[in-house]
């Protein structure tokens, strides 16, 4: 056991170990929050909270994952433009001219797939943690699908790549 350890410290050094296990043990916290948001019945947790603390950890959806696009109830015409501008790296008079939709997302995180040639994107939606999802919460990201689907630039199967999560 010494002997690993004393490999693992010379090949990482005892900062970066510290720091990966200071990671490791934030994360752990984050999902017991998360969890105890979710799941706790004897305190109320706004949409508005689970939406906070998941736009402050989004990685818990993955670690392709590295940039939070909108959130806060942007709308979809919103999200194209920040879509464009920040991943695309288009110029506004490119794409601003097309009305998309008023409908409103809860969170849009971006990643990038290790490869580096498909943008990996997540829709989120969030309902009351302590409440029962519903039908029309289902067809609500339904809708939201068909909206990205409706987006040239969007759903090109060899670039782009989406997830829809209701939560």
């Known amino acids: 056991f010494l002997e690993e350890l004393n490999t693992k410290l010379q090949k990482y050094g005892l900062k970066n170990i510290l720091g990966m296990i200071k990671t490791v043990e934030e994360r752990l916290e984050t999902i017991k929050k998360i969890r105890s948001m979710v799941g706790d019945d004897k305190k109320y947790y706004a949409e508005s909270d689970l939406q906070k603390e998941i736009e402050e950890h989004f990685w818990i959806f993955g670690e ?62 969030i309902k009351i943690p302590d409440s029962y999802l ?19 630039e969007f759903n090109s199967s060899d670039k782009n790549h989406w997830d829809f999560i209701l939560l």
Do not use: W
């Open 64 to 125: 392709e994952y590295h940039m939070m696009i909108c959130a806060e109830e942007d709308s979809f015409t919103k999200l194209r433009n920040l879509y464009y501008e920040k991943v695309k790296r288009m110029k506004k008079e490119e794409y601003e001219h097309v009305f998309i939709s008023k409908k409103q997302v809860d969170l849009f995180i971006c990643g990038i797939t290790q490869e580096g040639r498909l943008n990996k994107n997540l829709i989120v939606e």
């Open 134 to 152: 519903k039908k029309e919460h289902y067809i609500q990201i339904d809708d939201y699908k068909d909206i990205i689907m409706d987006i040239p």
